[in-house]
């Protein structure tokens, strides 16, 4: 026969990007903070983002060769993205070892135990760091090594959790340029904003996933701060947005292709979803931080999106 005719699932039509260079948009977009972020906590930050990413793709390239028995799939990148997300969630003076651990669970159980890129359902990078905080929680919520006199990321949540007023204390423009503690990938606003605006230009992602989660959590934040009499009121919003791992979450871990709704009023839900979320945690949950476990949630609640929501067939009205 001239013509073959062959029977093969969607999609028949296959645009020119390739998981390769979306991942490395990422790892490029993650550049300034993790400049900054060197810049504020020291040389350490570039040691344990290498162990991070060099564990990822060791525990691919061995899951792929030895139990899967297939190709390996290290040259998508995509454990690269994962190490570098995964070391943005943790302190930088936790131990080299924990941090394998966490690399090996975020590989190994979050993203190939459902057969790789594509397939996972939960954020890599987010379920390694869940498990090292459940596992190694002292470790995990050790600010000691960082900046000295600075009462800022994660332990200044915890403090405006119970003393909402000290907002009006804070000096948002050190927040914003990186004059804070916390997670190595939350030290500076400036830069993930930065990275940000590299991955809406190159549309690797679009702007409903960021500003849902972000309008939510300001809209929370007027609300609660309004509460104080008017004294707080545009002060907190601004502090959530800024602090913790708020902006991290919704630009670089929300917006993961393979866990969030694939239409842009599935993307919309699903990011007031993760605000609202957030800031319950935040306010009155047992943990300074929701961002993650906010995420992760929503993550599940991602195939019900789709279902209900799913984009027009072609040819229907």
């Known amino acids: 026969m001239a013509t073959r005719l062959f029977a093969a699932p969607s999609p028949h039509i296959h645009g020119g990007e390739k998981s390769s260079r979306i991942m490395g948009d990422v790892v490029l977009a993650l550049m300034p903070a993790l400049a900054i972020s060197t810049y504020v906590l020291g040389w350490r930050v570039l040691f344990i983002t290498a162990v991070a990413v060099a564990s990822c793709v060791l525990f691919e390239w061995l899951i792929c060769r030895f139990l899967l028995k297939r190709r390996s799939t290290i040259h998508d990148l995509s454990a690269v993205v994962t190490g570098v997300l995964l070391a943005f969630n943790l302190p930088v003076g936790i131990p080299w070892w924990i941090v394998v651990i966490g690399a090996l669970v975020a590989i190994g159980i979050g993203k190939m135990t459902f057969g790789g890129l594509g397939t996972n359902p939960f954020n890599p990078a987010l379920t390694g760091r869940i498990f090292l905080l459940i596992a190694y ?3 995990m919520t050790d600010w000691t090594t960082g900046v000295p006199d600075s009462l800022s990321g994660s332990t200044l949540l915890s403090d405006i959790k119970y003393a909402p007023e000290l907002v009006s204390s804070l000096n948002f423009m050190d927040m914003f340029g990186g004059d804070m503690n916390g997670s190595m990938g939350e030290i500076s606003a400036l830069a993930l904003i930065i990275g940000g605006i590299y991955l809406l230009w190159r549309r690797v992602i679009t702007w409903h996933i960021p500003v849902s989660i972000l309008g939510t959590m300001a809209l929370f934040g007027l609300c609660v701060g309004a509460t104080y009499g008017g004294t707080i009121t545009y002060e907190l919003p601004l502090f959530h947005i800024l602090a913790g791992g708020a902006l991290l979450g919704a630009i670089y871990m929300a917006t993961d292709y393979s866990t969030s709704p694939m239409t842009h009023k599935g993307m ?13 945690i935040r306010l009155w949950g047992a943990y300074p931080e929701g961002m993650s476990f906010a995420i992760f949630i929503m993550n599940a609640a991602t195939p019900i999106i789709n279902k209900y929501l799913r984009p027009k067939r072609f040819g229907t009205k």
């Open 137 to 139: 929680p002292v470790a």
């Open 268 to 280: 919309i839900i699903y990011g007031v979803g993760i605000g609202a979320i957030t800031m319950i």
